[in-house]
């Protein structure tokens, strides 16, 4: 979906000015979608959007040294849209550049009478309104009400001037410097951008939009845009109906007598979910607090296959080309098998070289890494009681 909006805006504007807004783990893995080039405001960790979006502001003005008076225009990258969704971010930046109001949303046309978005509620039919009043997730019944009245689906997506967010990081969170933004990060309340700052706001528009727009951010609205049934190892038999299965893993998913569900399987968990309920996940995805089990890095992969007391398995794929940082743990050993490829370790400055079937031990507070030759497949054991991914020193190698 990043790589799709990405390249859908630069294909509108190519000389578009373009940051990416994200938590610290998925960096490695949009530089490896997108390049090394790309522009990242990176969330030390997760805080919702109004955090994001004023860290993200924060880093335009003081960092890319943008002024306050420039236009800004925020969207997710989930939505399933065509070029004249971006054509309409130009017109909703134009709108914001003109200063009439603090705030421009774009209002989605509503083509059904939903419950998972909120919904805007203009004075007018205008293209352009000003805002009447917001209203939360309702049910159908009460959506239905508001789409009688003209309301709009609140898609997420706004424009305002930089220094309009730059007066509200320093009202609401004492202060609006990157640094000391950054430095505070952790402390923030997790509040979305719409309850922190819209829908207090009393200078506001809405710009309507009524083409082609799948917020792909669900999995029943992401099944929907799905061409097969089945991503990955799947088979659904005959008495199936409306049902699709993501399947990330390398075991076999079989799906008999279902209806209306979608399976999705990773190495971060599985889903197994009435259509409709697919959409309430959050609060109970936001409880599970496990280890990393996946995660792209700038050098390759890793999978981790097993988690006990004081050990953990991992498979680790490196690129050819590349290597891990040069690092040591202080409470852990760990031990490398090489499976496939060939390349080169440094274990406290000494080189070796290696292949499918070598052993590499290293002990805790040892410096060590590992260089790619070929693609580089190992397994990795870690030995200790104190297994954590904060134990790690990072060094420079000079051979």
Request: aromatic share 10%; hydrophobic share 40%; net charge negative.
């Given at each position: 979906m990043l790589q799709k909006i990405y390249g859908q805006i630069r294909h509108v504007d190519p000389e578009a000015n373009i940051v990416i807004a994200t938590s610290k783990k998925q960096i490695s893995a949009i530089h490896n979608q997108l390049g090394k080039d790309v522009d990242i405001s990176m969330e030390p960790t997760r805080r919702d959007t109004f955090p994001a979006i004023v860290l993200a502001s924060a880093?335009?003005?003081?960092?890319?040294?943008?002024?306050?008076?420039?236009?800004?225009?925020?969207?997710?990258?989930?939505?399933?849209?065509?070029?004249?969704?971006?054509?309409?971010?130009?017109?909703?930046?134009?709108?914001?550049?003109?200063?009439?109001s603090n705030l421009v949303l774009m209002g989605i046309q509503p083509t059904y009478p939903s419950e998972k978005y909120g919904y805007i509620i203009p004075e007018n039919t205008e293209p352009v309104s000003r805002v009447k009043t917001f209203q939360e997730k309702p049910d159908v019944k009460t959506a239905e009400h508001y789409i009688n009245q003209g309301a709009l689906w609140n898609g997420g997506v706004f424009a305002y001037r930089l220094g309009y967010v730059l007066e509200k990081a320093q009202t609401l969170l004492g202060g609006s410097s990157y640094a000391d933004l950054?430095?505070?990060?952790?402390?923030?309340?997790?509040?979305?951008?719409?309850?922190?700052?819209?829908?207090?706001?009393?200078?506001?528009?809405?710009?309507?939009?009524?083409?082609?727009?799948?917020?792909?951010?669900?999995?029943?609205?992401?099944?929907?845009?799905?061409?097969?049934?089945?991503?990955?190892?799947?088979?659904?038999?005959?008495?199936?109906?409306?049902?699709?299965?993501?399947?990330?893993?390398?075991?076999?998913?079989?799906?008999?007598?279902?209806?209306?569900?979608?399976?999705?399987?990773?190495?971060?968990?599985?889903?197994?979910?009435?259509?409709?309920?697919?959409?309430?996940?959050?609060?109970?995805?936001?409880?599970?607090?496990?280890?990393?089990m996946f995660a792209e890095k700038s050098w390759g992969d890793f999978r981790v296959l097993d988690v006990e007391q004081e050990s953990m398995t991992i498979k680790v794929t490196l690129r050819a080309g590349h290597s891990m940082n040069y690092h040591s743990h202080q409470n852990r050993d760990e031990v490398w098998v090489v499976v496939a490829g060939t390349g080169r370790t440094i274990v406290d400055g000494m080189e070796q070289r290696v292949c499918a079937g070598d052993v590499i031990t290293m002990q805790s507070g040892c410096r060590h890494t590992i260089v790619a030759e070929t693609e580089l497949k190992l397994m990795e054991v870690q030995l200790g009681r104190e297994i954590s991914v904060d134990d790690k020193q990072k060094y420079v190698y000079r051979s």
């Open positions: 880093y335009l003005h003081d960092v890319r040294g943008i002024s306050g008076q420039e236009p800004v225009v925020v969207c997710p990258v989930d939505p399933y849209v065509n070029e004249d969704y971006f054509q309409a971010l130009k017109q909703l930046s134009e709108q914001a550049k003109t200063g009439q950054f430095s505070r990060y952790a402390a923030f309340e997790k509040i979305s951008f719409d309850y922190a700052v819209v829908e207090k706001e009393s200078s506001i528009r809405v710009m309507r939009f009524s083409g082609q727009w799948k917020d792909l951010g669900t999995w029943n609205t992401l099944t929907e845009a799905m061409e097969e049934s089945s991503i990955g190892d799947a088979i659904l038999n005959e008495t199936c109906q409306n049902v699709h299965i993501i399947n990330e893993l390398d075991v076999p998913i079989l799906a008999m007598g279902l209806h209306d569900v979608v399976i999705s399987a990773s190495a971060q968990g599985i889903l197994v979910s009435d259509k409709d309920q697919s959409s309430y996940i959050k609060p109970f995805v936001d409880k599970i607090d496990q280890h990393v």
